[in-house]
């Protein structure tokens, strides 16, 4: 028996009613509770154990995502979504992704997908274009722009590539030792540690170097200290990753003296913007990403705050050919005219895995739907709602702003004595608990802090007012209403 693939026909028809699907779950969003009650485990015991031995029809797998799946996720496209920071989607951006996935390309090569590898440079010059990014990013320089599936895989790219500097192109053949150091502030995202990890430098081969602690950002003085020191040990100072927007309080370091400080000894520095990166997309916000001349080089995530869906970040290197010595391997099997001419960009050597897929598509349909200025609208109004936001809890004397909130993330606290950070937790649980909102925390100065970051397209006034009225609840609840 042949297998029953779906014609196109049986495509079409199935393809209409997932998009049906998807459109009424979006329309239906608001009226879910934000986060599952369910326990661990509650989705894989309604499950049967095994596949069906018959196909069944496309209509089954969607009553069960009705029935089973939707009712036990976290909605991260809900308007009452306030945690981590945004992972927006959008029309455009859903699309973008099905045409990926009906055309099925493999972009590992030049030669192995044309368009797909020249779409790509073409969004990532678009993108430097709308953030105003340096020209040494772009691809008629030395440099250029690749989409990575993640700021993590950006950081980790970036810190082979500056190994590879570091140890003079040793660490392509032998690998290095221990002595190589990297620099990022206290408040640097966990994947620098994790890529320190897998480039072989281990965990404490990352120095966490002192914030302010008014702004939360990197010190410089305190990173010249920390190279000084090392290199007075022995050891080799390699990358230093500066932070624009970090992830928990959205602190900005300062990379005009980050970036003088790794001129000045010839380290490598990746700027991480995987959130606020969006902003520069306009002018007024760019001020954030002054200093960005220095680096060598840059991402942002548009699948956090542009409305373009998970996985899609953008990254910049000003000097493409370190990153390319770095990483390329290259087998009989791959060969090709085109590589062999020069002529191409081959984007399996600017990542980790070979294979990758035609994301660039998805970029191309969202800055097509929004424009410039639609993308300028969607930031500017999660940035107000974030002051708006800010606002109500600078005006409430019980609670205290916790760090400048320059974005459209508020980092906010219950002033309260020694039982700060209990009492703030509770505050936490008891407002998600409504399943209206969904807020997290962390900890800033040291001390429990709640976070409401602002970025879902459907979130409006009357859900950052929501928040802060079930806050202000369960506050009055919590300290007693004398
Ligand atoms: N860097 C920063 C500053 C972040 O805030 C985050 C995630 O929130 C990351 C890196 C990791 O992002 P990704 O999931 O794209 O690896």
Request: a negative charge; charged letters at 20%.
């Amino acid at each position: 028996m042949s297998a029953p693939h779906m014609d196109p026909d049986e495509f079409r028809r199935a393809g209409h009613a997932v998009v049906d699907w998807i459109a009424d779950y979006w329309t239906t969003l608001g009226q879910r509770p934000v986060t599952s009650a369910d326990p661990p485990g509650a989705l894989a015991a309604a499950l049967p154990a095994a596949p069906p031995t018959a196909g069944e029809p496309v209509e089954a797998v969607l009553a069960d995502l009705d029935a089973l799946v939707t009712p036990r996720l976290t909605h991260w496209q809900h308007p009452g979504f306030f945690g981590y920071f945004p992972a927006n989607t959008s029309g455009p951006s859903v699309l973008g992704d099905l045409v990926s996935s009906g055309l099925g390309v493999q972009g590992m090569l030049w030669a192995t997908a044309p368009a797909c590898t020249e779409l790509e440079t073409v969004m990532l010059d678009w993108l430097a274009g709308l953030l105003d990014l340096p020209q040494r990013f772009r691809s008629h320089t030395r440099g250029g722009g690749v989409i990575q599936d993640s700021a993590s895989s950006a950081t980790l790219v970036a810190t082979l590539a500056a190994l590879h500097r570091a140890s003079g192109g040793r660490w392509r053949d032998h690998g290095v030792d221990r002595r190589y150091r990297a620099y990022t502030s206290t408040h640097g995202h966990s994947s620098i540690e994790k890529a320190a990890r897998i480039a072989g430098l281990g965990g404490e081969g990352v120095r966490a170097v002192e914030v302010d602690p008014d702004t939360q950002a990197m010190r410089p003085d305190a990173l010249r200290a920390a190279i000084e020191a090392d290199r007075a040990a022995g050891d080799l100072p390699a990358i230093v990753v500066a932070t624009i927007g970090t992830t928990s309080s959205t602190a900005v370091d300062p990379l005009p003296q980050i970036g003088a400080i790794c001129a000045e000894y010839g380290i490598w520095l990746h700027v991480d913007a995987a959130y606020a990166g969006a902003a520069a997309v306009c002018p007024e916000l760019r001020w954030s990403h002054a200093g960005l001349e220095y680096a060598d080089s840059y991402c942002f995530d548009p699948h956090k705050w542009l409305l373009t869906g998970f996985d899609c970040d953008a990254f910049w290197v000003a000097d493409r050919s370190e990153l390319i010595e770095a990483l390329t391997v290259m087998p009989e099997f791959l060969r090709n005219a085109a590589t062999e001419s020069g002529a191409v960009i081959d984007y399996r050597d600017w990542q980790v895995p070979l294979g990758r897929r035609f994301r660039a598509l998805k970029l191309w349909f969202v800055l097509r739907w929004y424009g410039v200025e639609g993308l300028r609208a969607h930031i500017r109004r999660g940035v107000a709602l974030a002051a708006r936001f800010a606002e109500r809890v600078r005006a409430d004397d019980r609670f205290e702003l916790a760090a400048p909130h320059p974005f459209s993330l508020v980092c906010f606290r219950l002033r309260v004595g020694a039982e700060l950070d209990a009492v703030n937790a509770d505050l936490l649980a008891r407002v998600n608990g409504t399943g209206r909102v969904h807020l997290t925390h962390t900890r800033v100065g040291d001390r429990y802090t709640l976070r409401l970051a602002v970025g879902s397209p459907q979130t409006a006034e009357a859900h950052v007012d929501e928040a802060w009225r079930l806050l202000d609840e369960a506050a009055t609840d919590l300290l007693g209403k004398g």
